[in-house]
């Protein structure tokens, strides 16, 4: 039997291949993005950060004794991940929008719809699909996040990382934390929690294609 970390990776590859096939995604790697594209793709990314720790935090508060080991997980992943909001409300200034601006926009139905999926999949279906959210996002940071950095630089002849600081740290950033999330998976030996996972992951990829769709 294939270790967590290698099923949920062979059972979830047809949903990431249809995230980078997706037109849009190679569009933004190939030719970047207009300023007025990238705020709104900055100004939608905000409430994926803002909603991360928060989304962890329900889970946390779920998982049960025999499961702790996911438990500490997400206490430390939330560390890392606390206070990352304020680095995109930085980029959104360096790009000519206010903190006042950034904080009063309101996320499209795509952005809502994948944050209300994972509170609910945190409170409804099982704590540990937030795993599911974690695997997806950091495929999109570590695998996308270079080249979407570096074409949009490019398009928008940005200097140094003023702008990018965001999304280009956590093309690194999120490189190192799956080889930790890869361990946690391998930990999982309940079915349902795997299956939950699996269903996250695949809805997550889906739904974060829509979001760039919108942009």
């Known amino acids: 039997m294939l270790p967590f970390f290698a099923d949920l990776v062979s059972r979830t590859d047809e949903a990431r291949r249809a995230f980078e096939s997706n037109s849009k995604v190679l569009d933004i790697v190939a030719n970047g ?11 939608e990314l905000y409430h994926v950060v803002w909603h991360f720790n928060p ?3 329900a889970a946390a508060s779920r998982v049960g004794d025999a499961q702790k080991q996911v438990r500490y997980f997400l206490y ?37 719809a994948l944050n209300g999926y994972n509170y609910w999949s945190a ?48 093309a690194t950033l999120d490189a190192e934390h799956m ?18 996972i699996v269903e996250s992951t695949v809805f997550n990829f889906h739904q974060f294609g829509r979001v760039l769709e919108a942009i």
């Not at 993005?33 to 100004?43: A, M, N, T, V």
């Not at 909001?85 to 200034?93: H, R, T």
């Not at 409170?123 to 996308?144: F, K, Q, T």
Request: proline share 3%; glycine share 6%.
């Open 33 to 43: 993005l207009p300023l007025e594209r990238y705020r709104k793709l900055l100004l």
């Open 123 to 170: 409170d409804r279906l099982h704590p540990c699909s937030v795993l599911g959210m974690l695997y997806a996002l950091e495929v999109i940071a570590s695998v996308y996040g270079g080249p979407m950095t570096a074409a949009i630089t490019d398009s928008l002849l940005l200097q140094g990382d003023r702008g990018i600081s965001f999304i280009s740290s956590h």
């Open 76 to 112: 430390d992943h939330m560390n890392e991940e606390k206070g990352h909001e304020e680095w995109v409300v930085n980029d959104l200034e360096a790009m000519g929008v206010t903190a006042e601006e950034a904080l009063a926009y309101k996320p499209t139905a795509h952005m809502l």
């Open 55 to 57: 989304v962890c935090a």
């Open 179 to 196: 080889a930790d999330l890869r361990l946690i998976l391998n930990t999982l030996q309940d079915e349902a929690a795997k299956e939950a």
